[in-house]
């Protein structure tokens, strides 16, 4: 069965420096892709980063970076200098072959608090 | 550019009051279409998705139901809310042809609210 965990419910971090949020998941298929998105209190889904299964590199996308470790089944998102407004929820989530190609998970889901 | 709409944008209505969604999508054609709804403080639940018109597929058995009138229209329906159906509902667009790598576009939402 294809899941995404996100196991923390909140996190907090100090303006300016990094912060990780993190994600992990099951899944059968040989090829999947995994997503991160943030929701801020407006309620739209911004698509942040994307990293393919078969990717050799982390993707980084300016201050977002996915720590993508296949074995573990982890896909950390790192964002890096936070800003206050990087407060939101973010969200992770996969999609794969065997989700039928057109249903993408979705995880619980962190609140990243920024302080100033 | 594509663009994805949803109206409206806030909603509260009444228990066993009828209900009726719309989303749209602008500068894509043959999109897939997506309904989610997500309850306070939780992720998304995917509930209909769509690969043409008048092609529904339904994830969760419940009271709602949707259809794709047109290419670029997709509807979310209840004859009969009930309190369950309050939560923040999402349309989403992809690209017809999918790969484990094709992201999904979301409109703005709707915020329902079932008194």
């Known amino acids: ?116 | 550019s594509q663009t994805i709409h949803q109206w409206p944008a806030t909603l509260v209505q009444p228990v066993g009051s009828p209900l009726s969604l719309e989303c749209t999508v602008e500068g894509t054609s043959n999109p897939n279409l997506y309904w989610y709804r997500q309850a306070a403080g939780r992720g998304l639940q995917l509930l209909f998705y769509s690969v043409g018109i008048g092609q529904i597929s339904s994830e969760v058995p419940q009271n709602l139901s949707a259809s794709r009138p047109q290419d670029r229209q997709f509807i979310l329906s209840s004859k009969k809310l009930l309190l369950s159906d309050s939560g923040f509902y999402l349309c989403a667009w992809s690209a017809l042809v999918e790969t484990s790598g094709t992201e999904q576009y979301f409109g703005p939402g709707t915020r329902l609210t079932v008194t």
């Open chain 1, 1 to 116: 069965a294809q899941k995404i965990t996100q196991t923390q419910p909140g996190m907090f971090v100090q303006e300016k420096e990094a912060v990780t949020l993190d994600c992990t998941y099951d899944t059968s298929d040989p090829s999947y892709g995994l997503f991160w998105y943030k929701q801020p209190s407006s309620g739209e889904m911004i698509f942040l980063i994307y990293q393919g299964s078969y990717d050799q590199q982390n993707a980084t996308e300016g201050r977002y970076s996915l720590n993508f470790q296949k074995a573990r089944k982890s896909a950390n998102l790192v964002i890096s200098a936070s800003q206050l407004g990087d407060s939101a929820m973010y969200f992770c989530a996969m999609r794969g072959i065997n989700t039928g190609g057109f249903k993408t998970i979705f995880g619980a889901g962190t609140r990243l608090f920024v302080k100033a």
